[in-house]
């Protein structure tokens, strides 16, 4: 059978999708939802690196204004007496004297990479500078907790692609942007033929089987998805949208534990403060509704929004207004069931650099750790292998 590019690119953005998922040529069955009491974990990627100095600012200190003489922020909004907060981020100065908002500095792993790619893999897979894992750490979360799973749903990422931190040895999680264009595409005629075709290349027989396995599963993420309408207004930003997305699968019985976000770029190398000033304005409004949505549904208790970015910045910006690629940064976990609240660790020492980076102190693979085992309640060492102790903040 011959296939029109335009029908072929159609194929390609289902069978993203579909084709890295095995358990799709299982029959679906949707009736293991989650309980209301679970616990959900999203996560949100700053795209680009993210500087985290002008994002949590230290306030007191002159190095820092001495090395960002046009780039510093002079107005941030206080939230210790040495640290404030980026004032395009007023909703997380709230969070945070709400006592819910959490702040670990700091954070990276040993011999840092400063190339976006390969941070983002070691981000993502939650591997040594120096290996390479073709496994995310949610994906090998799928692969230990979901061993009997027959839902493709357990973890969800709205993107039109798969980040490799979704992606199993066994299971893998599920990639869309729109759950109503997924849907409609899903519904063409020609893709409903997938159902009746057969051919005798067991590679090409896969992707046709796995492709209709996604249409049965495109339908049950759009009717969950506009299962419970939301009064909340959500921001018309993409990230917005998405949030919205997220929210209404979340009311709904859908069974996902895990959804994942991106918002960027955060490589801020030329004219910084506009760039970095949009990006948070909309991550404030975006999360300013999500919160409030979860809270008017008695669910805030119930979610953890993580962010992370794959590096930070520069301590010194540079002669084009910009930062240019660094090392260590921080985190921030939003819920309404923190068990430690705040800033939980130092500032970054401005004094005590590596050639004009900041030097981590606190590894990430142990924040990851800290949410398997106390908010996913999975076995962070058979997940990532890691024997050196979590934190207690959740």
């Known amino acids: 059978m011959l296939i029109k590019r335009r029908d072929f690119l159609k194929i390609s953005s289902?069978?993203?999708?579909?084709?890295?998922?095995?358990?799709?040529?299982?029959?679906?069955?949707?009736?293991?939802?989650?309980?209301?009491?679970?616990?959900?974990?999203?996560?949100?990627?700053?795209?680009?690196?993210?500087?985290?100095?002008?994002?949590?600012?230290?306030?007191?200190n002159d190095i820092y204004f001495r090395e960002r003489k046009t780039l510093a922020i002079?107005?941030?909004?206080?939230?210790?007496?040495?640290?404030?907060?980026?004032?395009?981020?007023?909703?997380?100065?709230?969070?945070?004297?709400?006592?819910?908002?959490?702040?670990?500095?700091?954070?990276?792993y040993p011999n840092p990479d400063k190339s976006h790619f390969r941070s983002m893999d070691i981000w993502q897979s939650a591997s040594r500078?120096?290996?390479?894992?073709?496994?995310?750490?949610?994906?090998?979360?799928?692969?230990?907790?979901?061993?009997?799973?027959?839902?493709?749903?357990?973890?969800?990422?709205?993107?039109?692609?798969l980040s490799l931190a979704?992606?199993?040895?066994?299971?893998?999680?599920?990639?869309?942007?729109?759950?109503?264009?997924?849907?409609?595409?899903?519904q063409e005629k020609y893709f409903k033929s997938l159902y009746d075709h057969h051919h005798d290349d067991e590679t090409v027989s896969y992707l046709y089987q796995t492709l209709g396995s996604t249409i049965n599963n495109a339908g049950y993420i759009f009717d969950k998805s506009k299962a419970k309408k939301t009064e909340q207004?959500?921001?018309?930003?993409?990230?917005?949208?998405?949030?919205?997305?997220?929210?209404?699968?979340?009311?709904?019985?859908?069974?996902?534990?895990?959804?994942?976000?991106?918002?960027?770029?955060?490589?801020?190398?030329?004219?910084?403060?506009?760039?970095?000033?949009?990006?948070?304005?909309?991550?404030?409004?975006a999360v300013k509704s999500f919160v409030a949505d979860m809270k008017s549904n008695g669910l805030f208790n119930n979610i953890l929004l993580m962010t992370f970015s794959e590096f930070g910045r520069r301590v010194a910006q540079n002669a084009s207004n910009g930062t240019d690629h660094g090392t260590a940064n921080q985190m921030f976990f939003v819920s309404g069931n923190l068990k430690k609240k705040g800033i939980l660790n130092s500032l970054p020492d401005l004094q005590n650099l590596n050639e004009g980076d900041l030097i981590y102190t606190e590894d990430f693979r142990k924040v990851y750790a800290t949410i398997l085992k106390n908010w996913l309640k999975a076995d962070s060492s058979k997940v990532l292998g890691w024997k050196n102790g979590i934190y207690d903040f959740i």
């Open 233 to 285: 207004v959500y921001p018309n930003s993409q990230l917005g949208k998405d949030f919205k997305t997220v929210a209404s699968l979340i009311k709904s019985d859908i069974n996902t534990q895990v959804y994942y976000l991106s918002v960027g770029s955060f490589d801020t190398h030329v004219n910084q403060s506009d760039r970095q000033s949009k990006l948070f304005s909309d991550i404030n409004e």
């Open 166 to 186: 979704l992606k199993g040895e066994n299971n893998k999680a599920f990639a869309f942007k729109d759950p109503k264009r997924l849907y409609q595409t899903s």
């Open 74 to 108: 002079q107005d941030s909004l206080a939230l210790t007496d040495e640290a404030g907060i980026n004032p395009s981020l007023s909703y997380f100065k709230e969070l945070f004297d709400n006592g819910e908002l959490s702040v670990m500095n700091n954070v990276g």
């Open 14 to 60: 289902l069978a993203t999708a579909s084709m890295l998922m095995p358990n799709f040529l299982k029959a679906m069955t949707f009736d293991e939802a989650l309980a209301p009491s679970q616990n959900i974990l999203i996560v949100l990627q700053f795209t680009g690196g993210n500087d985290g100095l002008n994002t949590i600012i230290p306030a007191k």
């Open 129 to 161: 500078s120096d290996e390479f894992l073709e496994t995310g750490w949610l994906g090998r979360f799928l692969d230990e907790e979901c061993y009997r799973c027959e839902h493709p749903t357990q973890a969800l990422e709205v993107d039109d692609m």
